[in-house]
């Protein structure tokens, strides 16, 4: 691919862009930092489980995911990976990089897909009203068009022509709302301080396609559209781990009622009730329950007087956790831990590792021990054997879960490569979330820096 000729800043541009300003903290909540943490396992908006990831792509800087309201295949959106209100408050760097990735995906869906493109920003910088955005978190629309003609009507009414990119930083770092739009390289129109509807370029492009009642991606998400584009454009690089990883999030997303059902309660004889109350009797602070699914083990927690963070990777699953004061749901994945340092007392991951590779299943271990306070301890379990597996969820569930299988021989280097001390090892019988018997490796280990 040749270099953008739409760089973040332009020599002999008509102004020299000022210095970044800084972007003001994610609200409380943004389902778009979620899903992109996630990295694309649920979706955001009313749609939660679509039923597949709509991450097409992803580069140090940018997810591109494939857009909701797909009218048409190769709807989609590049959306920063970091939270700011407008692109414009990205660093030059990554401002270049989402546009860079921006145009690759544009020569793809009019290669591949046989479709010219629009791309719109509404920038969300003010610091009052939402500029026709749908949605805070910034994001650039990628409009495929039925026809190239159609590209001037996106450009909104009082528009100004302008080339390069140094005025959406100017104009975010001057904390306005803006309206931008783009099909040429090196030429894009720029509305600062729009009054445009909501979802004011999802109008025209549904007026274009002569479906102009459906702009509304909430209301109409075309959802087998949106799964089309993302097969079809999806990275050819993905890593077999990603892979796993969204395959198995996936089956869990669209199994979480059943599972949840299924794993309400402990089995009968089951040792796990025990080994939460020593786990709890012999540690203080907060317990972090590292993949807690639909809560059961973080309910038996609080049930022994333990604060409890509930921390998983699969929202459909962690939503289905009942609510309980002492319990807080956070979603998350054990390689990188939304936590600080020495936050937590204890961490407990059951049948969680068990689906990370050794290298993964490292870094999680790494991970238990920065959040862990000194003296802090750790139970893991895994079932016992060797290789990779992938299950079916069974019934309708299109999605493969994968399993990993350790050894004692295995799991203990990984554990002291991770800084632990290893102070009991055991194997146990047990049924697992299918009711199958499974034997599982358990180690208890401690933090002794
Ligand atoms: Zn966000
Ligand atoms: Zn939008």
């Known amino acids: 691919m040749s270099v953008p000729e739409y760089t973040a800043v332009r020599a002999g541009g008509r102004r020299s862009p000022r210095p970044v300003p800084v972007a003001l903290p994610p609200p409380e909540h943004c389902e778009m930092c979620e899903e992109v943490r996630l990295s694309g396992s649920f ?31 190769g709807y989609v959106l590049v959306v920063p990976r970091r939270h700011t209100t407008s692109l414009g408050e990205l660093s030059p760097a990554d401002l270049a990089e989402a546009f860079a990735v921006g145009w690759r ?17 509404h920038g969300s910088s003010g610091t009052s009203g939402k500029g026709g955005s749908c949605i805070t978190h910034s994001h650039l629309h990628i409009f495929p068009l039925s026809d190239v003609a159609h590209s001037p ?43 445009l509807p909501s979802q004011y370029a999802r109008r025209v492009w549904a007026g274009t396609l002569d479906a102009p009642d459906l702009w509304d991606w909430a209301a109409f998400p075309f959802l087998s559209n949106c799964q089309d584009t993302t097969d079809r454009l999806r990275d050819p690089n993905e890593s077999e781990t990603d892979r796993h990883m969204r395959e198995t999030l996936l089956a869990y997303g669209v ?6 059902a299924r794993t309400r309660r402990f089995t009968d004889g089951s040792t796990l009730p025990h080994e939460i109350a020593d786990l709890a ?7 972090l329950d590292a993949g807690a699914g639909a809560g059961r083990d973080a309910l038996c927690f609080a049930a022994n007087g333990r604060r409890v963070i509930a921390l998983d990777a699969c929202l459909p699953l962690l939503t289905m956790t009942p609510d309980e004061p002492e319990v807080q749901r956070v979603t998350g994945d054990v390689r990188c831990l939304p936590l600080s340092n020495a936050s937590v007392g204890a961490v407990w991951c059951s049948a969680v590792l068990l689906h990370l590779p050794p290298v993964e299943l490292l ?34 569930n299109p999605f493969r879960r994968h399993f990993f299988y350790y050894r004692h021989g295995d799991l203990i280097p990984l554990a002291r490569a991770a800084g632990f001390d290893v102070q009991q090892s055991w194997t146990e019988e047990e049924a697992d979330s299918s009711d199958d018997v499974q034997r599982w490796i358990k180690l208890r280990l401690r933090r002794t820096t």
């Open 43 to 73: 979706a955001t908006g009313p749609h939660r489980s679509a039923g597949f990831s709509r991450l097409v792509s992803r580069t140090r800087a940018v997810d591109v995911l494939s857009g909701l309201g797909s009218l048409l295949p």
């Open 105 to 121: 995906f544009a020569e793809r869906i009019e290669r591949e897909l046989g479709h010219p493109v629009v791309m719109v920003e």
């Open 153 to 195: 009507l996106f450009a909104a009414p009082g528009s100004r022509k302008i080339s390069g990119l140094a005025d959406l930083i100017d104009t975010a770092h001057r904390r306005k709302n803006y309206y931008f739009c783009t099909w040429k390289r090196d030429e894009g129109y720029l509305l600062s301080d729009p009054d």
């Open 255 to 260: 199994a979480a009622p059943t599972y949840a």
């Open 281 to 287: 009797r012999t540690t203080s602070g907060v317990v």
């Open 363 to 396: 870094r999680a271990l790494r991970e238990f021990h920065r959040v862990l306070e000194s003296r802090g301890a750790v139970q893991v379990s895994v079932k016992e054997g060797e290789g990779h597996a992938s299950l079916a969820m069974g019934g309708e």
